[in-house]
């Protein structure tokens, strides 16, 4: 499907969770991106997490315009959204018990399962791999979305490759431009990252890409308090089973530096004669203050709270990357459960660009 504009159409849609419906407005503008799905279009859709790219997942010419869209790996899959548990099972050849049970517990919800793929999913969602990855998202104009198609979404991030993963209608528009066929706007991300995937092919289940839903959550999901383990990050030439595992993605153009001590890096950095980015929980701090008093310097105060920290820092990104700085300092998080999701997404954001270009967002 070829759609003749020179930007995107952006629909407002607000459909507050627990209402029992969306408003008849709503309802029309949901009906536009089932159109445009339908027809073999591309919609940027809203999640919890972060904005998707999303098209028809049983249908390969729409998947295979994400790919393009995006500038994707084609050895990277897609995770498929669904409306329900039961949707999700008929995606899979077999529904391991460590799936239901997370599924169960967690969905709606920021968290992707891993299973053995069903005959009739393109090999193009899985990257020609023998699982695919499936979430129900926690945001209800998704997946009243879903529910009108009566068939699940292949929906990476809506961003370039290599691009910072959007978390705004506005963070999709400038990425992707005439790329997509139709926004819906249903607001800022809640979560502000991409979603926890979990391999469930294996046991005990294995972390491939840490998210919102910590490991201690899963556990808890699963009944047993060591039932989940993390996998570790390696690249590989063949289809991955999950994506976040490029070693550089979710980067702002402006180099990235994670680093503990901060404060003096920024100074050293000023006293080059460099404009500095910092993103700093340290705000308060009076060395703070005082760096922050040169004009060379742009200092962002961020949360001290995993969650809030999350929910910010994509959208921090998005706009200091405008700023015209040299380099971006970040105070490095914490090494603990609670900010793992946010100590890989860094690490990978500072991580050299790989001579292909060919990484991108969830």
Known sequence: MTMDHALPETLTIRFPKGAAAPSPEAEAGIDRAAAVLRAGGLVAIPTETVYGLAGLALLPAAVERIFIAKGRASTNPLIVHV???????????????????????????????????????PDEVTARGPTVAIRCPDQPVTRRLIEKLGAPLAAPSANRSLRLSPTTAAHVLESLGARVDLILDAGPCGCGIESTVVDCTVSPPVILRPGPLSA??????????QAVA????????????????????????TPVEVVDSSAERVAMLLREGKRVGWLTTRGADPTTRRIASSPDVVVVPMP?????????????????????????????????????????????????????????GD
């Open 304 to 360: 001290e709270d995993p969650a809030a920290h999350a929910a910010m820092l994509y959208a921090v990104l998005h706009a200091i990357d405008k700023r015209s700085l040299d380099t971006i300092v970040i105070d490095a998080p914490p090494d603990t459960d609670a900010w793992r999701a946010i100590r890989d997404r860094l690490a990978r954001a500072a991580a050299p660009a790989p001579a292909d270009g060919d990484a991108d």
């Open 83 to 121: 409306d329900s548990v039961a949707m999700a099972r008929s995606l899979a050849s077999h529904w391991p018990e460590s799936a239901e049970r997370i599924a169960t517990a967690c969905w709606p919800g920021p968290v992707t399962v891993v299973v053995p793929k069903g005959a009739h999913v």
């Open 230 to 253: 993390i996998a570790p990050q390696a690249e590989s030439d063949g289809p991955a089973r999950s994506p976040g595992q490029s070693t550089r993605h979710y980067a702002p153009l």
């Open 216 to 225: 201690a959550a899963l556990a808890a999901a699963l009944g047993e308090p």
